[in-house]
């Protein structure tokens, strides 16, 4: 009797062991799956970081000479990207929900590699207009990467991940601008939109092959368009 007590405490121990390191590597997963977004997420801001900063140089290299249509070139292409984005943006939340985060990261990343590499081919600016107002309605890399990593992050450690991740942003958009300007000074502006395209590729491959998604809520359909719509009509009543 005293060898069934004594064996049965054993293997309780065993157990409990067995569920901490489970703990254990489960965490260090999921420290893994967000060290591997926030580097994707560097990745994406130094690329966008690269090239949008010299659009209006750009857009007299593309045969724009006069002053004042170089300004209103300019302020049509930043237009063009972030009105796109703004109406895109809601539609591609609600995607998220159905068909979950990673793709999404994995739509904005090698969406806009094709698109933004593009831009270096363009012949003149009506071209690289329409691939702006393209960028903008299928990238949008910081949202689905933050939707990302909230998915697989304990819901106690969120603001630290979230946080984490912003040091990605910025970080990126600061070096960018000066990596960018290197290439651009030796190289001429086109590469930089290539280089842009090379390194949203590697930080969709990153994300494809090191993130796997959390769990997420089954919904029915129809709760799915009625929170999409409820939530539209929201922002048009604001």
């Known amino acids: 009797k005293g060898r069934s007590i004594e064996t ?18 489960a965490a260090e997963r999921k420290q893994s799956f967000l060290a591997a977004v926030w580097f994707g997420q560097l990745l994406a801001m130094i690329g966008f970081s690269f090239a949008f900063p010299f659009i209006p140089l750009y857009v007299q290299e593309l045969g ?30 609600a995607l998220a929900d159905r068909h979950g985060r990673k793709a999404m990261v994995l739509r904005a990343t090698l969406g806009g590699a094709v698109l933004v590499g593009a831009m270096g081919l363009v ?3 009506q071209q690289l207009f329409v691939l702006r107002l393209l960028q903008g309605t299928v990238t949008g890399v910081t949202s689905a990467s933050n939707s990302l990593v909230a998915s697989f ?7 630290f991940a979230l946080g984490a991740m912003q040091t990605g942003v910025y970080t990126g958009a600061a070096l960018g601008p000066l990596i960018g300007g290197v290439i651009a000074d030796d ?3 086109r590469y930089s939109f290539f280089m842009t395209g090379v390194l949203l590729a590697v930080s969709g491959l990153v994300t ?3 993130v796997r998604e959390g769990e997420r809520p089954q919904a029915r359909a129809g709760a799915a368009r009625e929170s999409f719509f409820a939530g539209i009509a929201r922002i048009v009543h604001m």
């Open 8 to 25: 049965k405490g054993e293997g309780s121990q065993v157990t409990v062991d067995a569920a901490l390191e489970f703990i254990r590597s």
């Open 64 to 93: 724009i000479s006069d002053q004042h249509e170089v300004e209103l070139w300019a302020g049509l292409l930043a237009f063009a990207s972030g009105s796109s984005m703004a109406i895109s943006a809601p539609i591609w939340g």
């Open 123 to 125: 012949a003149n600016v």
């Open 153 to 159: 992050t304990p819901r106690e450690r969120v603001g």
């Open 187 to 189: 190289f001429g502006y």
């Open 208 to 210: 494809l092959l090191f």
